[in-house]
Antibody
Framework: QVQLQESGPGLVKPSQTLSLTCTVS??????????WSWIRQPPGKGLEWIGY???????YYNPSLKSRVTISVDTSKNQFSLKLSSVTAADTAVYYC??????????????????WGQGTLVTVSS | EIVLTQSPDFQSVTPKEKVTITCRAS??????LHWYQQKPDQSPKLLIK???QSFSGVPSRFSGSGSGTDFTLTINSLEAEDAATYYC?????????FGQGTRLEIK
């Protein structure tokens, strides 16, 4: 049974870069059938897709965040990571990593998210 | 970007009641619509995939229907443990989007 676990600093200063890592256990990140995703949820609000990565390194980002986001993968460690630059208080959120089943052979197309990590709260404050 | 609009935003219901939550897409998405349940301080859990297919282990009282732009999540005979926020999600086209959520309170 695949499990995902987020890790990283819980407090980031404004204008700095938020960095998180998701460790995958119980399965290989290189399996080829999935996209590895980041999703966030501001306190008391809804879900926002940040982007995802294929094990080969192909990435797909939400245009609303694309200029500040980098998602990378380390297959040797079975991990993938998120970097979000120039953060502000609006980036305060619970950040989740999740697995999305790839849909067919069309690049970037996915299906549902399962499983999800437990989430980690990142607060942007000086 | 495809916008998903859920209704209602909030509903207070009694146990054993039948609940219907709707999700409307701003353009046709076929059946690429999925439903999640999120309980307080937990991560979302997949309930329904492809609009109407129940995910493994999900109680049979949860069902989904619809295609195109209009979708429904139905909970038959509501139980106290169903108090949660429910989200729809479309995977038809990028960027992936979610509905704003529907919070269910059990009286």
């Amino acid at each position: 049974q695949v499990q995902l676990q987020e890790s990283g600093p819980g407090l980031v200063k404004p204008s700095q870069t938020l960095s998180l890592t998701c460790t995958v256990s119980g399965g290989s990140i290189s399996s080829g059938d999935y996209y590895w995703s980041w999703i966030r949820q501001p306190p008391g609000k809804g879900l926002e897709w940040i982007g995802y990565i294929y094990y080969s390194g192909s990435t797909y980002y939400n245009p609303s965040l694309k200029s500040r986001v980098t998602i990378s993968v380390d297959t040797s460690k079975n991990q993938f990571s998120l970097k979000l630059s120039s953060v502000t208080a609006a980036d305060t959120a619970v950040y989740y990593c999740a697995r999305a089943l790839q849909r067919g052979a069309v690049a970037g197309k996915s299906n549902w998210f399962d499983p999800w990590g437990q989430g980690t709260l990142v607060t942007v404050s000086s | 970007e495809i916008v998903l609009t859920q209704s209602p935003d909030f509903q207070s219901v009694t146990p054993k009641e039948k609940v219907t939550i709707t999700c409307r897409a701003s353009q046709s998405i076929g059946s690429s619509l999925h439903w999640y349940q999120q309980k307080p301080d937990q991560s979302p859990k997949l309930l329904i995939k492809y609009a109407s297919q129940s995910f493994s282990g999900v109680p049979s009282r949860f069902s989904g229907s619809g295609s195109g732009t209009d979708f429904t999540l139905t909970i038959n005979s509501l139980e106290a443990e169903d108090a949660a926020t429910y989200y729809c999600h479309q995977s038809s086209s990028l960027p992936i989007t979610f509905g704003q959520g529907t919070r269910l309170e059990i009286k």
